[in-house]
């Protein structure tokens, strides 16, 4: 089985072949950060438009490089179907969808949440066993899932306000750096020094495995109407705001380990990218006896690889359908089908 998978929830353009006995043939993903920079956040309507123009060169590029694969090979058609900008997902649906009726090969719509559970699966030697627990920070996501089979998920937690990557974002336009604000905070962060500020660290006490980081960043934005900072006070806040937040994410994972008797921790997104975060979460399960999972960094942010082997998992178990992950429907048992192209 081969899938060509396609990914255009957001800014990125992804494009990849997974094969399931050569494993990942092709992957490349054309980023709009660039163009996007200019105005300190994502336009929905230049994101849509970047992809109409950039899918077709990138779908070309896979089926002719270096001759070794042609369109006729593909057994099915990968594309995320959501959540995302409407626009963006609308081209990379239209075009996976056009493709998979021109090649009469099946068409599989990929949750993009799903799609991230399974990138840690990308390229490693060693993966986590079923049922295992993911947690997923990104731009648009902050969530606790149970991840008991492919197609069976249970949502234990998310964020009541802002996603991390977008509270990152959005305190590293407070401090006055460029977007996008991640890496550039992460940097910053390396300089500061501990104790100069103070944050809250939001329903940190709370059983419950629910993310709020609205208080934080209204916290930050007090410390920086109240006084203009210089360099190392920039930084100070940083290290402290980035530290606020990993001491959140690294609680709710203890709370739902072991409430739920789970081994094995996979933290997946654009955030789990941070060097910072991933470290201090690597260390702190650890010490629980636990094992943690963290996907390449060039498989963190959104990427064609992971939509085109979650078709293939999808493909290999029988599985339609994409999860819905929302409180309304948290355990999801997806009916089974037979795909009679193949």
């Known amino acids: 089985m081969m899938v060509l998978g396609i990914e255009t929830s957001c800014d990125d353009t992804g494009v990849a072949i ?13 980023s709009q950060h660039d163009l996007h920079s200019r105005y300190g956040g994502i336009l929905p309507e230049l994101a849509s438009r970047e992809h109409a123009v950039k899918i077709s060169n990138l779908i070309k590029l896979a089926i002719t ?7 006729e090979r ?7 179907a959501g959540p995302g900008l409407a626009g963006s997902l609308l081209v990379g649906s239209v075009f996976a969808k ?6 009469n090969v099946p068409v599989i719509p990929i ?5 991230h559970i399974f990138s840690v699966m990308l390229c490693r030697n060693e993966c986590p066993d079923f049922p295992f627990l993911c947690l997923l920070i990104s731009g648009g996501n902050t969530q606790i899932v149970l991840v008991r089979s492919v197609g069976n998920y249970q949502l234990l937690g998310e964020s009541r306000d802002d996603s991390v990557g977008e509270v990152f974002d959005k305190v590293a336009r407070y401090l006055g750096l460029k977007y996008p604000g991640g890496p550039l905070i992460s940097s910053f ?7 100069k500020f103070r944050f809250p660290r939001p329903m940190i006490n709370s059983d419950k495995l629910d993310f709020s980081f609205s208080g934080l960043k209204t916290s930050v934005l007090n410390i920086v109407q109240r006084k203009k900072l210089d360099f190392q006070e920039i930084c100070d806040v940083a290290y402290e705001f980035e530290r606020s937040v990993i001491e959140v994410l690294i609680n709710k994972c203890k709370i739902a380990l072991n409430t739920k008797k789970i081994g094995d921790l996979v933290v997946v997104g654009g955030v789990s990218a941070n060097p910072n975060i991933r470290s201090k979460i690597q ?3 650890e010490e629980m006896g636990k094992r943690v999972f963290f996907p390449k960094i060039e498989f963190c942010t959104d990427n064609g690889a992971m939509i085109a082997y979650s078709g293939i998992l999808r493909l290999r178990y029988r599985v339609e359908n994409s999860p819905i992950f929302s409180k309304k429907s948290i355990d999801t048992n997806l009916s089974i089908s037979e795909y009679s192209k193949l």
Do not use: Q
Request: zero cysteines; glycine letters at 8%.
């Open 18 to 30: 997974y094969d399931h006995k050569f494993g990942l043939l092709f992957n490349e993903t054309d």
């Open 65 to 71: 490089k270096k001759n070794t694969m042609t369109k």
């Open 74 to 80: 593909f057994s099915a058609i990968a594309y995320t």
């Open 98 to 103: 056009s493709l998979a009726f021109s090649l």
């Open 111 to 115: 949750h993009h949440i799903e799609g």
């Open 189 to 195: 962060a390396r300089l500061g020094n501990p104790g």
């Open 283 to 285: 260390s702190s399960i």
